[in-house]
């Protein structure tokens, strides 16, 4: 099992950038694909960004190309969203989860979340 815990959340102003970290607990970090989602007031979860478990691939949804970027650390069991740019639609509490292996943009393919943190960007 693996336990996670979200930071680097905030109160921001559009074209800004944050970087949220996702900090794991347990010795197989290194197994499991982090992916980031994101839930808006009065929408479903969606997923944003994905990393696999040796971080040799990513997956990056349309809206976020070019503005975030994911990476990992498995020596420091963290995995980091940069986020330029960043625009009032970008605002929801960002989840990340974990699963074995690979990235799904599916939800409920993920066993392992973490609380979220919020992210606010005005306009």
């Known amino acids: 099992q693996v336990q996670l815990v979200e930071s680097g959340g905030g109160l921001v102003q559009a074209g800004d950038s944050l970087r949220l970290s996702c900090a794991a607990s347990g010795r197989t970090f290194s197994i499991y694909a982090i992916a980031w989602f994101r839930q808006a007031p009065g929408k479903e979860r969606e997923f944003v960004v994905g990393i696999s478990s040796s971080g040799a691939s990513t997956t990056y949804t349309d809206f976020v190309k070019g503005r975030f970027t994911i990476s990992r650390d498995n020596a420091k069991n963290t995995v980091y969203l940069q986020m330029n740019s960043l625009k009032p639609e970008d605002t929801a509490v960002y989840y990340c989860?974990?699963?074995?292996?690979?990235?799904?943009?599916?939800?409920?393919?993920?066993?392992?979340w973490g609380q979220g943190t919020q992210v606010t960007v005005s306009s």
């Open positions: 989860a974990a699963r074995p292996w690979a990235v799904s943009g599916t939800s409920s393919e993920y066993p392992f």
